[in-house]
């Protein structure tokens, strides 16, 4: 599903990313660790399409649609309830029976209750189960997941391993963490960026 | 069906988003009226017809860009221009829905301004609001891909303004003859025209400015 030949990103003089080569299978489990500023996040980025490689060849054969993003930042609109913001996000991504799949990734994720709040006034666990309500939203098939349990509480951490466990059979995943223990029971690959 | 229910989505989450905010349309219809009052004062009493036209098409430019500088401003300040970027929807959507919110902030501003302007100088007459209608279309169609230029810089609030006014150089051209002209077709034409080739641009281009 994405095959990367020595991939590198530049800004300016500086290199963020030098000659990451990687493969990662339909239902493929790819950890990337690395230290701060390793450039695990641009690595993400430029499988996402959101940045452009400055060398090496990178091919994702998956639809723009069919990929889940989670970011460092939430991607939602703070003065949106999260009911709107996924229900704008359902309509972008045509997300089938929109309506009764946001209302069940709400109760999932235990925001229910909390549906009519604006996300601006959430914490920073609620927006990360927000964020992770959003990208789980149109059932993609390529998940990328930047440090997903930042923020989450016991419970969190639960629900998203709830979510990879049934998820993981079915997805390819790269998921880039600084907590590589958590998830060690799903990888089928390991990058180890310097 | 599908690109025009993207488009529907888009403008009508700027419009929730200024109804919770009111961050932008309040003070666009501030600056335009106090603009107005101030030139009201400014200029002597003896000054000409022409004179208080210019003066119009200044505050609404100005105003304008005022209401562009802020138009990217949730997306920039939350990251959900990446979210929107993603998303499977053709990406000329999302300038062509920021495009119709910014038309209606425009809109607005003027239903207060130009019965302002009628109060403080003089009548307003169909060719002056069918100058405004066609400059507007203009201004949100060239003015929102400018301004998502601009918000991926960080000298964002100088780049906007450097970019923007000399591409609004003919809708100020078009609009104020319209306004003052005896013949204003030709230069309501001027305007049309504009608006037709900047649209066809704006959009073929919107992509390249919002991915890398």
Redesign the interface.
Known sequence: MIRARSLEKRYGDKRILRGVTLDVAADGFLLVTGPNGSGKTTLLRLIAGLAAPSRGQLDVSVARGRIGYLGHEPLVYRELTALENLDLYGRLYRVQERRERTGMLLERFGLWDARHARAGSFSRGMMQRLALCRVLLHEPRLLLLDEPYSGLDTEGVQLLDRELAERAPGAAFVVATHEPERLEQFASARLALA | M?YL??VG??AR?DL??EL??RDTLPAMLLFVVSTLVVFHFVLPAEATDLAATGLLWVALLFTALLGLSRSFA?ERE???I????????DRSAIWLGKTLSILAFLGLAEVIALPAYALFFRPVDAALVAGVVLADLGIAAVGTLLAAMATASRARELLLPLVFLPLAIPIVVGGVGASVSGEPGRYLGLLGLYDVLFAIICCASFEYVV??
């Open positions: 599908t229910a993207d989505a888009l989450k929730l988003l919770r905010a949730a939350q990251g959900v990446d979210g929107l970027v993603l998303a499977p929807s991915t890398e």
